[in-house]
T-cell receptor, first 110, second 113 residues
């Protein structure tokens, strides 16, 4: 079983739609949680951190449920420029590596 | 400009021909790391380094070597490349106290024939 699992998509949505991605992680010792964005095989870039209390940054909201080992990302009012692959990332206590999910592809259509 | 650079960006080579992919960062980061990205598998860590002369294996170190002789550079060495090392490689760096936020290089697309 992969340590971080994501639905690969693609999610095809019209501009202005609200879309949600989910991610599950298997290691209960996971310590920190993030969403990264990757454009067309370019380098991943940090989108936002994820906290149990929830984290909002403009149109993006991230949520962590430690009991269910589940992370979500909500994008409101989708823009064409949001088209990308969204990577769910966790770290383990005492281990400095980032553990990546394989990503969920989003395609926003005009 | 703060950045992580990798060279070459694209490389096609043949089985068994030794190659080195360079990685350099100008942010004075202690921590540097190499990942490979393959379809359906996500990014997986190959090797990492927490400072000069300190390196350790990641999840998929077989067939790779690294060195960290200077703080800014962290080359990835393939002594005898094989086709299963065809992949997209990313170098990343961060401060040791904040490895949650890693900065990635632009990637090196390697094809081994």
């Amino acid at each position: 079983r992969k340590e971080v699992e994501q639905d690969p998509g693609p999610f095809n949505v019209p501009e202005g739609a609200t879309v949600a991605f989910n991610c599950t992680y298997s290691n209960s010792a996971s310590q920190s949680f993030f969403w990264y964005r990757q454009d067309c095989r370019k380098e991943p870039k940090l989108l936002m951190s994820v906290y149990s209390s929830g984290n909002e940054d403009g149109r993006f909201t991230a949520q962590l449920n430690r009991a269910s080992q589940y992370i979500s990302l909500l994008i409101r009012d989708s823009k064409l420029s949001d088209s990308a692959t969204y990577l769910c990332v966790v770290t383990r206590a005492g281990r400095r590596a980032l553990t990546f999910g394989s990503g969920t592809r989003l395609q926003v259509q005009p | 400009e703060a950045q992580v650079t990798q060279n070459p960006r694209y490389l096609i080579t043949v089985t068994g021909k030794k190659l080195t992919v360079t990685c350099s960062q100008n942010m004075n980061h202690e921590y540097m790391s190499w990942y490979r990205q393959d379809p359906g598998l996500g990014l997986r860590q190959i090797y990492y380094s927490m400072n000069v002369e300190v390196t350790d294996k990641g999840d998929v170190p077989e067939g790779y070597k690294v060195s960290r002789k200077e703080k800014r550079n962290f080359p990835l060495i393939l002594e005898s490349p094989s086709p299963n090392q065809t992949s997209l490689y990313f170098c990343a760096s961060s401060y040791l106290g904040n490895t949650d936020t890693q900065y990635f290089g632009p990637g090196t697309r390697l094809t081994v024939l």
